[in-house]
């Protein structure tokens, strides 16, 4: 009963992953590290394929091997975290408690990405 379910997850990882190419704001290489976990408990072919292909491969590889984050991929992420929470800033005008909980989120993700090691 979980293998559909963690092909599916997989398969939705690996669309958002896509996605993620062309929108600034969606990080492909997490979505991708997420399809390839789905894909480890639910189709050993399509995890293998994964791991091989020339662009999502080598930073999913990395990251089993040694939690390595590129420093090119740790500058992307924090600066389009700052990019999106002044977006959301701008264009929503939260309330100050609702802005300082993002903030908070934010700056967690950020401190544990700039956290990981590099190659």
């Known amino acids: 009963m979980k293998r559909p379910l963690y092909a599916a997850a997989g398969w939705a990882m690996v669309g958002l992953?896509?996605?993620g190419l062309f929108l600034p704001v969606m990080p492909t290489t997490v979505f991708m590290i997420l399809a390839a976990w789905f894909f480890s408990r639910s189709s050993p072919r399509f995890e293998a394929w994964l791991l091989r292909h020339p662009l999502f491969g080598p930073p999913i590889v990395q990251w089993r091997e040694t939690g390595a984050v590129p420093v090119a991929a740790k500058v992307f992420?924090?600066?389009?975290?700052?990019?999106?929470?002044?977006?959301?800033?701008?264009?929503?005008?939260?309330?100050?408690?609702?802005a300082a909980l993002v903030a908070a989120a934010l700056l967690g993700a950020a401190a544990y990405v700039l956290s990981r090691p590099h190659r």
């Open 17 to 19: 992953g896509i996605v």
């Open 77 to 98: 992420t924090v600066v389009s975290m700052a990019g999106g929470f002044a977006m959301f800033v701008y264009l929503v005008g939260p309330p100050p408690w609702l």
